[in-house]
């Protein structure tokens, strides 16, 4: 080391509170997106939101080197707006279970959204998403809590079947009817609709 050169100054260490604070910062809109297509209640979703980071607070040494981190907190977000809808909304109402001998109704061909010829700009992209958001959150929770749960969550039928408590059969048929009210509200509002089908 040559005498004549500055000695380097040392990286100052990072505060824990101040490592969280960035770490909150990075997942948060996630979390609260999640949460609010879920419950479709900005205060709600922000009451959830607050809920999910107490919990990662206490797990924070697991978490911060954790490359699952943005999964956990997105399942701990899904599980705390179920158990809210589930616990707190009187209004939570699921039709009664379809079968098709008493109906002759069956869940039916899903319904495809039409997707965009060519690639749209990043401004149209944007309103076609506040759109369908829009249009998200008017649904009743029967309807809307499966479609997010499948579109956004990724969860296959029968675990969305098993959270909610109801049979496989409704699980389709309110998916079904969820796409098709979804995309007559995206109708009526002039957007060009995107895929809904898996």
Do not use: C
């Not at 107490?54 to 997105?74: D, E, N, V, Y």
């Not at 749960?149 to 990724?154: A, K, M, V």
Request: net charge negative; hydrophobic share 40%.
């Amino acid at each position: 080391m040559n005498p004549n050169e500055p000695a380097a100054s040392p990286v100052p260490p990072v505060n824990a509170e101040e490592e969280f604070t960035a770490f909150m910062r990075a997942y948060q809109d996630t979390v609260f997106a999640t949460a609010v297509r879920l419950t479709a209640n900005r205060a709600q979703a922000e009451d959830i939101a607050q809920e999910v980071f107490l919990r990662a607070h206490a797990r924070f040494a697991q978490l911060r080197a954790s490359p699952t981190a943005g999964g956990w907190l997105k399942t701990v977000a899904t599980n705390l707006a179920l158990n809210h809808l589930t616990r707190y909304r009187n209004r939570w109402r699921f039709f009664s279970e379809l079968r098709r001998e008493e109906t002759g109704e069956g869940p039916g061909p899903e319904v495809e959204f039409a997707a965009p010829d060519e690639p749209r700009a990043p401004v149209e992209a944007a309103e076609r998403r506040a759109q369908v958001e829009q249009a998200l959150a008017a649904l009743p929770d029967h309807q809307r809590v499966p479609l997010v749960l499948f579109h956004y969550e990724d969860l296959p039928y029968d675990e969305i079947a098993a959270r909610l408590g109801v049979s496989l059969a409704k699980v389709k048929t309110d998916l079904f009817r969820g796409r098709a009210a979804l995309a007559a509200a995206l109708r009526g509002a002039g957007s060009p609709h995107d895929s809904f089908s898996r």
